[in-house]
């Protein structure tokens, strides 16, 4: 354990209470579980919510193109597909014209388990709404984009 005078249990408070990095990343955990906790009769996570969601397009995406519009990495994306490919929700098929790219489809069960989802979703976001209260949503959300990249 360091002796460094300057680094003290003052300096370590101050920093969690101004450090964008630990705000951010508290309140992804308390939301993401707030959203597990209303999906979860439908057996989605928030995560897979969100991926799901992501395939309801009029052409399906690449798994590059989700990546990068979820802020990860193609082996992130392919590994969270797995599981909600053996369920029969997505179906995963090279490109007719590059067959080393990958697209996603949402499946008929995905979009069906996806449409028995979005109220249990639609609760949870009016409970955060909520919760928010005066806080300013546009420019909260406008932010967490801006912080996304």
């Known amino acids: 354990m360091s002796t460094d005078p300057a680094l003290t249990a003052t300096l ?7 450090c964008y990095s630990f705000a951010a990343q508290k309140a992804a ?5 707030r959203y597990d906790a209303a999906l979860r009769p439908t057996g989605l996570s928030n995560w897979q919510f969100t991926l ?3 395939l309801v397009r009029e052409e399906p995406p690449t798994i590059s193109a989700l990546a990068q519009h979820l802020a990860t990495d193609r082996t992130t994306i392919t590994a969270n597909l797995k599981p909600l490919e053996r369920r029969g929700l997505v179906t995963v098929q090279g490109d007719a014209e590059d067959r080393r790219v ?3 489809a949402l499946s008929d069960a995905g979009r069906t388990l996806l449409t028995e989802a979005y109220p249990l979703w639609q609760q949870a976001q009016e409970a955060v ?10 420019a ?3 932010a967490a984009t801006a912080l996304a990249g």
């Open 29 to 33: 955990r308390a939301l993401g579980r």
């Open 129 to 138: 709404t909520r919760q928010l209260g005066s806080v300013d949503q546009n």
């Open 12 to 18: 370590a408070a101050s920093v969690e209470r101004s």
């Open 140 to 142: 909260f959300r406008a």
């Open 52 to 54: 799901l969601m992501m």
């Open 102 to 104: 990958r697209r996603v």
